[in-house]
């Protein structure tokens, strides 16, 4: 069965500080995909990045950067100058690829609350 | 394209009373996610289909809750009779396949008093 773990409850830093959210994941597949999602206080949830299983070469995407470790099954999300905007609950989730009983089933770790206070 | 877009944005309705939530997917996506979330348990899968095919409900909470997908870009989510504990933000997501993310709706606010 998989599984998305995320220790941190909740965060709380002061603008411009770095911050590093945490993902941790278990899978029996081989193949599988990995995402962040945010939730900003209106409530929607917005794609933020995808990484596949095969692809451990860690992005950078302006303020955000992501480092993905199969050794160590974590996926974790860190912003850097934090600003007040990125106050918001941040979901790690987890699909398998495989032809498992899962079949392509999208399975959410329980959120990171953040809080940039200015 | 529009994204997915679900109806209503909010809803009030009395204790046994029948709930239908709906859920229009984005054009040309193969796969339908239902969530609910709430703050004791986060973002829980109630349902997840594929080409219309109901693969994993076991996230279901019981017999009042039941989803349909009559067509490949609509689905309903129906509660009867709802229950002040059915009280949650329900989601919908699409995606064009497993290895895809998905898009999400703006959600339901449900609230059965």
């Known amino acids: 069965a998989q599984k998305v773990t995320q220790a941190q409850t909740e965060i709380s830093v002061v603008e411009k500080e770095d911050v590093t959210l945490d993902c941790v994941y278990e899978t029996r597949d081989t193949t599988y995909y990995l995402f962040w999602y945010k939730q900003p206080p209106s409530g929607e949830l917005v794609f933020l990045i995808r990484?596949?299983?095969?692809?451990?070469q860690n992005e950078i995407s302006g303020r955000y950067s992501w480092n993905f470790q199969k050794s160590t099954s974590s996926f974790n999300f860190t912003i850097t100058a934090s600003q007040v905007v990125d106050s918001a609950v941040y979901f790690c989730a987890l699909s398998e690829r495989g032809g498992g009983t899962s079949y392509g089933k999208l399975t959410f770790g329980q959120g990171t609350i953040l809080t940039v206070h200015p | 394209d529009a994204g997915v877009i679900q109806s209503p944005r909010h809803e009030v309705t009395e204790m046994g009373q029948e709930v239908t939530l709906r859920c229009k997917l984005i054009?040309?996506?193969?796969?339908l996610f239902w969530y609910r979330q709430t703050m004791m348990r986060g973002l829980e899968l109630l349902i997840y289909?594929?080409?219309?095919?109901?693969?994993?409900d076991s996230g279901m909470p019981e017999d009042r809750f039941s989803a349909k997908m009559p067509n490949a870009s609509f689905s309903t989510l129906k509660i009867q009779p709802s229950e002040p504990r059915d009280s949650a933000v329900y989601f919908c997501a699409s995606r064009l396949d497993r290895g895809v993310e998905a898009f999400f709706g703006q959600g339901t606010r449900l609230t059965v008093v």
């Open positions: 990484r596949n299983s095969f692809d451990e």
């Open positions: 054009s040309g996506h193969n796969s």
């Open positions: 289909f594929n080409n219309n095919v109901p693969i994993d």
